[in-house]
């Protein structure tokens, strides 16, 4: 029986484009984008730890030329070299990544690589296979890509005997992969190939989907496991939780927002009823391959429900403080439903008190959240909620970020990120901003003004010139529009408020 290898962990922070900001398709899940080149310049990022890996499954025996596993609990696939070892694709990477990160394994012949090519000349990054979710027969699973990220001509991935080009490609099992044309270079010496394996285990653990018998609706389970030790980690995580709830089952209902249904709690469990959302998060929706980009008026019919979220959230006194394009979920794609979702972060501030933690995500995160360090730090207010809201508006616009993504472990890379932040440092040099009105960009640019006091506040964002028109000609030719359940909200509401005078 062959030895089996542990595979080490890999995060890439995005590859840099020209001066351009770094793209989403570039980021988490290295997708390309806008035809700009997607290899990077800078040196690799930090290794994790061998000792975090999860151990590679045991062979229990080799069926017509492949292995029968015994499975690992967190893997979301396995790479198996023919005639050696096997591989475990770990899908507790997706949880360790900080804004912006890639989960995947690189495949190269340079030292940091997790599988290594031997061959002479060999490209020290040659290829990334990564995972994303996705619904498949009423369970959550992982969608596994492979991308080619090497720079010469004869260089490639072919899967199946297929060059795949320089696209994003998904795997199925028993996809055969090679690294060397397997044509030219038929020996598995000097050409070794790779087998793809699906785990036969791949609905997530911690989240499911169910149909609610009294109501016929689908709905979302989150269940969160709490750990009876009681260190700082695990107190963090069920005061989030707590607040989670607190805020969820505190307010009425909103069209534009997630709805927590119920709760229950069974020994070591939580269980959250949540309303479900069809079509993944936003950043899903901009960054993956398999969706058209979002236009720019199909941008503004999204973003206009998520700014009204926000205004219900500060009328209430909520700040949500964790606003990115993964905390927006897609309820319906075809005609652009969104709703704002995860309140972990979030918490209720009274009028004239300011909020002292740290927190949020770095990338969205306003300069003032950031200076909470300073001997003069003075604390925040709602004024946060605007500055990623501005972040998002810039990434879903251009399918990039408005600061340079750094490897964050690094201390010198997040001091660096946290200036650009802290100065304002974005502009509108990325291409992409060409096609995009004149209206758009002074939206974001009042959004994430430094200045707390100078950048909008959410009444103002929703009265700017570029929400004026969110259905125009080009909503009517594509057949979408507001969302009504929203329009007839706000309706009821201003008729509350005349009526009460």
């Not at 309140?343 to 740290?358: A, I, P, Q």
């Not at 010198?412 to 009105?437: C, Q, R, T, V, Y």
């Not at 028109?469 to 030719?477: H, K, M």
């Amino acid at each position: 029986m062959k030895s089996v290898v542990p595979v080490k962990k890999y995060q890439s922070c995005a590859p840099v484009t020209s001066d351009y900001r770094c793209s989403l398709k570039q980021t988490r899940r290295m997708k390309s984008m806008n035809n700009l080149p997607c290899h990077s310049t800078r040196k690799l990022p930090k290794r994790v730890a061998l000792s975090q890996v999860e151990v590679s499954p045991k062979i229990l025996k080799l069926v017509e030329g492949l292995p029968t596993l015994e499975e690992t609990r967190d893997a979301w696939g396995y790479i198996y070299e023919t005639g050696n070892s096997v591989l475990t694709l770990d899908r507790k990477l997706n949880g360790e990544l900080h804004a912006g990160q890639v989960a995947g394994y690189l495949i190269g012949s340079d030292e940091p690589c997790d599988i290594k090519t031997r061959y002479d000349d060999a490209p020290k990054r040659h290829a990334l296979i990564y995972a994303s979710p996705r619904i498949q027969d009423k369970k959550h699973v992982f969608a596994v890509f492979i991308q080619d990220l090497s720079t010469r001509s004869f260089d490639g991935v072919w899967v199946n005997y297929k060059n795949i080009g320089k696209n994003v490609f998904e795997l199925t099992s028993k996809d055969i992969i090679h690294f060397r044309d397997p044509l030219k270079f038929a020996s598995n010496k000097i050409n070794p190939s790779y087998t793809f394996i699906k785990p036969i285990k791949t609905s997530l653990s911690f989240s499911s989907f169910t149909i609610c018998k009294s109501t016929g609706k689908r709905v979302a389970i989150k269940e969160v496991r709490l750990c009876k030790n009681q260190d700082a980690a695990n107190v963090k995580k069920r005061v989030s939780l707590l607040r989670e709830i607190s805020v969820c089952m505190a307010l009425p209902v909103h069209p534009c927002i997630i709805q927590t249904n119920k709760v229950f709690e069974e020994d070591d469990k939580i269980y959250l009823v949540m309303e479900y959302g069809y079509n993944g998060d936003l950043f899903t929706n901009v960054a993956e391959p398999v969706h058209s980009t979002l236009r720019e008026f199909e941008v503004k019919i999204i973003f206009e429900q998520i700014a009204h979220a926000i205004s219900y959230l500060h009328e209430h006194g909520v700040v949500h403080r964790d606003i990115k394009m993964e905390n927006v979920i897609i309820c319906d794609r075809k005609q652009l439903r969104a709703k704002l979702c995860d309140f972990g972060l979030s918490t209720f501030s009274k009028k004239g008190e300011n909020l002292y933690s740290s927190c949020g995500t770095i990338m969205y995160a306003a300069p003032e959240v950031l200076n909470s360090s300073q001997d003069d730090f003075k604390g925040y207010g709602m004024e946060v909620d605007i500055w990623s809201l501005g972040v998002l508006l810039y990434s879903a616009l251009t399918n990039s970020t408005p600061f340079l993504q750094m490897e964050i472990d690094d201390e010198e890379n997040k001091n660096m990120l946290k200036s650009h932040i802290l100065n304002g440092d974005f502009n509108f040099d990325h291409p992409a901003w060409k096609e995009i009105s004149e209206q758009a960009k002074d939206l974001v640019k009042c959004t994430m003004e430094i200045d707390a006091k100078e950048r909008y506040t959410i009444s103002q964002v929703l009265d700017h010139p570029w929400l004026q028109d969110v259905e125009n000609e080009l909503t009517r030719e594509s057949g979408v529009s507001r969302n009504p359940e929203m329009v007839e909200y706000l309706a009821r509401r201003n008729n509350s408020s005349c009526s009460s005078f």
